[in-house]
């Protein structure tokens, strides 16, 4: 008789779809491969600055820089080490508007039609539970009371801070703080 003894190794992080997921359920792997490859795009950005315009500078913007800043957005924009992500975006909208390196880039974003960062986390959240609003239950589902959040998406509580923070619980937040004529637009696909 042969006996097989299977044991499993603990890995520390796995590569799947392109986003790094470790074993403690944060980011800071998959931020750590982002950092460098955002610089390559903030180089390339400046290489090119002189020559051309600011409209084709968006554009590869848009193509190299935010391309790869929104994949996974969803999961990994709410995580503390995206600030690291930001930082990179903001030096790169800097340098396509010639600022000086300690501008504030409030007006920067505004002017070019950027989105920050964590704006673009939260317009891509909202859009994830635009697209799939028929998956999440109302309040008037879950109780028969009539109230003023009656047609609010229901919130399931919970106490584990991974979940709270994970883009089903913010998103269902976010989305519920919306006034009713926004959300009401997405009713009217």
Not at 9 to 19: D, H, M, N, W, Y
Not at 105 to 118: D, G, S, V
Not at 150 to 162: D, F, G, Q, S, Y
Not at 172 to 184: G, V
Request: aromatic residues 12%.
């Amino acid at each position: 008789m042969i006996h097989i003894s299977k044991t499993t190794a603990t890995v520390k992080s796995k590569k799947f779809l392109g986003l790094t997921i470790d074993n403690m359920l944060n980011w800071k792997h998959y931020i750590g491969d982002l950092k460098p490859r955002l610089n390559k795009a903030c180089y390339a950005i400046r290489s090119i600055k002189p020559f051309m315009s600011l409209a084709v500078l968006k554009s590869v913007y848009y193509s190299y820089a935010h391309s790869i800043m929104s994949y996974g957005l969803i999961f990994w924009g709410n995580s503390t080490d995206s600030i690291d992500i930001f930082k990179i975006q903001k030096r790169i909208i800097r340098i396509i508007t010639n600022s000086n390196k300690n501008a504030s880039c409030r007006e920067l974003f505004k002017r070019l039609n950027i989105l920050p960062l964590q704006s673009q986390y939260i317009y891509s959240i909202l859009l994830f539970i635009i697209k799939n609003k028929d998956q999440f239950p109302l309040n008037s589902h879950m109780h028969t009371i009539n109230t003023r959040y009656n047609n609010n998406l229901h919130v399931t509580p919970a106490k584990v801070t991974v979940y709270q923070t994970g883009d089903y619980y913010s998103g269902i937040k976010i989305f519920n703080y919306l006034p009713s004529t926004i959300t009401k637009l997405s009713d009217n696909k």
